[in-house]
């Protein structure tokens, strides 16, 4: 879910205060002290890049995200973009995307349908322990599920498990998990995989995992604080897979202004950012300390329309704003090119279930159908925006040049970025929003059913809902993608987002380092990272 807090995580610092100050601490021949704040663990300080800390392998990671006061080591609330990375290092799920957002095991070595595909069986991998040394076990499966469906908790991750009752969940035996759902699903084990899925110790508390993080993953966390900077992490010496992690030491160091960014990496302040500026993509490829790696997967920026409020709620309206795009040349101009075209609805056709080919611009379309709807003479629209993410502000000034050249005159109104997720999205009736890349089936759930949380265009329609029902219990192939393509154009048709592209992913990193490919997904692989000394 790009996600509601996750997006408010791009807002920029005013000033350059923030920045400095994470680089005062990472700078060649400083000395950050930390100490361990972990349940479970020996108090030990680390001395990172001290002289004393020499031989250790350590890696300074820039994120683009600002750390915030709403930053936590809890995984049922993992919202902002620091908590993403904080809990992929420290947490695992039952299960993890591929590079196809795929389903491959992670805490779960297998799993099996029954002949329905309303019962899973889950097959959990042994000999993994918890941080603090005990067994990872059935029973933290089920406490992590039920922990998520309690209304008392609150995660913003329930809707994901909308088809499953806290009793649903039981364990068959210290190694085996059954799920028992409410409605078959052929694909349940890409259901297992989203934001706050993590598996936690049975028995922890919103307020111990607030304050500490125990988790299965392959880094320790040893100084964290929300809304500060830099996070640290220590090697997991238990990870249960072996000759892994290759990292000593890895830091999480908030810098939301770009350009700090890429000096803090040409100056060697940094091994990673992300989000380079594209304007800077070449020079960063091409350096000699420098480069860039780049994932096909990533964001979708995009024009939400309530289809329920005037003039939003006549379908010729709608495609009208849709044939005025120009796609390539939004991509262009806003993203250098660096990404695909998508079509109106937020899923790669490259995906499993996508839907292949785009909308053609067609302005002569575009004005017959705003004449047919009562505006031959134009038509005037607010469009709510922010800098709140890093496009946002380009993305609306070009479609605005676009959609004039149809008749469509949109008068932008930029909204502070600090209240623009509180304010803006999910109340006004047309704004700027994004979503990063999820399979077809939780995009569907998550922005169109009539019952989710993030139905921001207001798209409510009982036949729509039973159409991705039966889709999810088809166990023939072809007639379940054929029921998938039939809910995304229902959506391409009649839908309330303009969505014109996804764009890669790309971070730079320093030529030292290995074994890092940037995640289009809210998850971050840190195992493979490596760094010569």
């Known amino acids: 879910m790009a996600d509601k807090i996750d997006r408010r995580a791009f807002i920029k610092m005013s000033g350059m205060a923030g920045a400095a100050a994470a680089l005062a601490g990472c700078a060649p021949g400083a000395t950050t002290t930390t100490t361990v704040a ?67 095991p992670v805490l779960a070595e297998s799993w099996e349908p029954d002949a329905t595909g309303s019962v899973w069986t889950f097959r959990l991998r042994p000999g993994v322990t918890w941080h603090n040394g005990d067994q990872f076990t ?28 806290p009793d649903g969940v039981e364990a068959i035996d210290d190694m085996t ?37 125990v988790g299965t993953g392959p880094y320790i966390v040893r100084q964290f604080t929300p ?59 091409q350096g000699d300390e420098t480069t860039i790696v780049r994932q096909t997967l990533g964001n979708m920026e995009l024009i939400a ?53 785009v909308r053609e611009r067609d302005l002569d379309m575009a004005r017959q159908l705003l004449a047919e709807a009562g505006y031959g003479d134009g038509l005037d629209v607010s469009l ?31 909204r502070p970025a600090d209240t623009y997720w509180d304010t803006v999205w999910l109340k006004e009736p047309m704004y700027v929003s994004a979503y990063i890349a999820r399979p077809a089936d939780g995009m569907l759930a998550l922005l169109y059913s009539s019952d989710a949380a993030w139905n921001e265009i207001h798209w409510f329609r009982p036949e729509w809902d039973e159409l991705l029902t039966t889709a999810r219990a088809t166990l023939d192939v072809e007639e379940r993608t054929n029921l998938y393509h039939q809910a995304q154009q229902m959506i391409i048709d009649e839908g309330g987002h303009l969505v014109p592209y ?19 997904t809210p998850f971050h692989n840190f195992l493979n990272l490596d760094v010569t000394l």
């Open 38 to 104: 972990t349940a479970g663990t020996t108090g030990t300080t680390l001395a990172t890049g001290s002289t004393s800390s020499a031989a250790l392998k350590t890696l300074r990671f820039a994120m683009s995200g600002a750390a915030t006061s709403a930053d936590t080591a809890d995984p049922a609330f993992n919202n902002t973009s620091h908590d993403g990375r904080l809990i992929s290092a420290t947490y695992e799920q039952l299960a993890q995307f591929d590079d196809a957002l795929g389903a491959i």
């Open 138 to 165: 059935a029973a933290d499966v089920v406490y992590s599920y039920q922990r998520l469906l309690d209304p008392a908790v609150a995660s913003p991750g329930a809707g994901n498990l909308s088809g499953l009752d």
């Open 177 to 213: 998990v059954r799920f028992s759902l409410q409605s078959a699903n052929v694909d349940f084990p890409l259901a297992t995989i989203f934001r706050q899925a993590y598996i936690v110790p049975t028995g922890a508390t919103n307020a111990d995992l607030a304050a500490t993080a």
């Open 227 to 285: 809304g500060e900077t830099p996070t640290v992490f220590e090697r997991n010496p238990n990870y249960w897979q072996q000759g892994l992690p290759k990292l000593d030491v890895l830091e999480l160091i908030s810098i939301p202004e770009a350009p700090s960014r890429v000096a803090a990496l040409q100056a060697g302040q940094v091994d990673i950012i992300e989000d380079p500026p594209f304007t800077e993509l070449a020079g960063l490829e």
């Open 305 to 357: 329309l309530e289809t329920d409020e005037p003039p939003f709620d006549d379908n010729r309206v709608r495609l009208a704003m849709k044939y005025a795009m120009d796609r390539q040349g939004m991509l262009d101009l806003v993203n250098g090119g660096y990404g695909t075209l998508v079509n109106d609805v937020p899923i790669s056709a490259a995906l499993q279930y996508g839907v292949p080919g």
């Open 384 to 414: 709510k925006v922010s800098d709140v993410q890093a496009r946002f502000i380009d993305f609306a000034t070009v479609y605005q040049q676009q959609a004039a050249e149809a008749g469509i005159n949109i008068e932008l109104d930029v």
């Open 502 to 520: 996804m764009t890669n992913t790309i971070d730079a990193v320093r030529r030292s380092v290995t074994g890092w490919l940037p995640s289009g």
